[in-house]
């Protein structure tokens, strides 16, 4: 399946001078000062291509800084006639979009919490309608693809095509490194279903740190996202929000010098040549591992059935033990990842245990 959108190329609305796409700033404007001088610092440095700041934020308790509202903008604009490089804020209602739309705001983002909701993306999209703005529209805080494409659908149908995905890691109940889990695969999901949306990386809110920066950029990078959004703040240690997460103008610089943009497909015939007659190679051992495992499966029919007729247990224990234990030992000499190992032949096993356990449930044959 795949998902009707129209939508316009990204270099249509955000021309990229510097590779890779960088949308950076502050977390939340909280000073003119601040902002101004952050966009300076970022300006400078020749790898932004848009400069954000929240300035209608949503938090999680009450009591919090609740963003610096609407005089933020005039900031914006004023760091935007300053540095040249376009905004982009976060809009939650239908009054943000009419401000930031006076106000000549780019670009407008749309948080995870109000993607959560679709009575707050209805009341944007309905703001929005006859209007030529781009919007970006983060996944919604907990891992719910639908609700993320429903956010996208919403906007798209309200008239506009100058629409992105950004992708700022999902809530979860288990503790972890990040602050958001990345889970990669939701995007991948959305990239396979909609091939022409542009997808954005927000680091910054999966990682809730500044150490984990680098890896996860590089990592979006290499799953062919278009850029990165990354909070920027020219003290993060005075920061009124998301101080743990922020980067200094000149850290951000170290650290786009230090990506990689990565081709999907090499423009040297060589090299692709090199790599079609590897592909070929892995597509033959694929074929053969399906293969293989076809034949195990055919065997372990025959063991279900030999097992129904002689009325035996599916799960024998012990036998597991040693299947477990003799091919990871195994695996482990052709220096084979152990943990990938044991994923791999759970899987298998799990499947094996389904298909005996189809076979005990038809009737035993009385010869
Ligand atoms: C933000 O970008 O500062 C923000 C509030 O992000 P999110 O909506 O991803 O939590
Ligand atoms: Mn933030």
Request: charged residues 25%; negative net charge; glycine residues 4%.
């Amino acid at each position: 399946m795949k998902l009707n959108f129209n939508i316009e190329p990204l270099e249509n609305w955000l021309p990229v001078k510097h590779q890779p796409l960088v949308i950076a700033g502050p977390c939340s404007a909280e000073t003119e000062d601040q902002l101004v001088a952050t966009a300076h610092l970022l300006a400078k440095t020749g790898k932004i291509t848009a400069l954000r700041a929240g300035i209608w934020k949503p938090r999680t308790r009450p009591g919090e800084f609740e963003g610096i509202g609407s005089i933020g903008l005039e900031w914006l604009n004023r760091a935007k006639r300053e540095t040249g490089l376009p905004i982009t804020v976060e809009v939650a209602n239908a009054k943000h979009v009419e401000e930031a739309l006076a106000a000549g705001v780019d670009i407008l983002w749309i948080g995870a919490r109000s993607t959560a909701n679709p009575f707050t993306v209805q009341e944007i999209a309905d703001a929005l309608r006859g209007v030529d703005i781009p919007v970006m529209i983060k996944n919604p805080v907990n891992p719910d693809l639908s609700l993320w494409i429903g956010a996208l659908e919403r906007i798209n149908q309200a008239g506009i095509t100058k629409l992105a995905a950004i992708s700022r890691g999902f809530s979860s109940y288990e503790k972890s490194a990040f602050r958001n889990e990345p889970m990669w695969e939701l995007s991948i999901q959305l990239k396979t279903l909609c091939p022409e949306l542009p997808i954005i990386c927000d680091p910054s809110h999966i990682c809730g740190n500044r150490e984990l920066i680098p890896y996860i950029s590089q990592k979006a990078l290499d799953l062919e996202m278009n850029g990165v959004m990354i909070e920027s703040h020219i003290d993060p240690s005075v920061a009124w929000t998301d101080a743990k997460q922020q980067l200094t103008p000149a850290a951000l610089s170290d650290l786009i010098d230090n990506l990689t943009v990565r081709q999907p497909e090499p423009k040297d015939q060589g090299v692709s040549d090199k790599l079609a007659e590897l592909r070929k190679q892995i597509d033959k051992i694929d074929d053969l591992v399906i293969q293989k495992i076809a034949e195990r499966m055919s065997i372990v029919e025959k063991i279900g059935e030999h097992k129904r007729d002689n009325d035996m247990t599916i799960l024998q224990l012990n036998r597991w033990d040693e299947i477990i234990n003799k091919r990871a030992d195994f695996a482990k000499a052709l220096k084979l990842d152990a943990e990938f190992t044991t994923k791999l032949l759970e899987l298998i096993h799990a499947e094996s245990i389904k298909k005996q356990t189809e076979i005990m449930n038809v009737t035993k044959v009385v010869e």
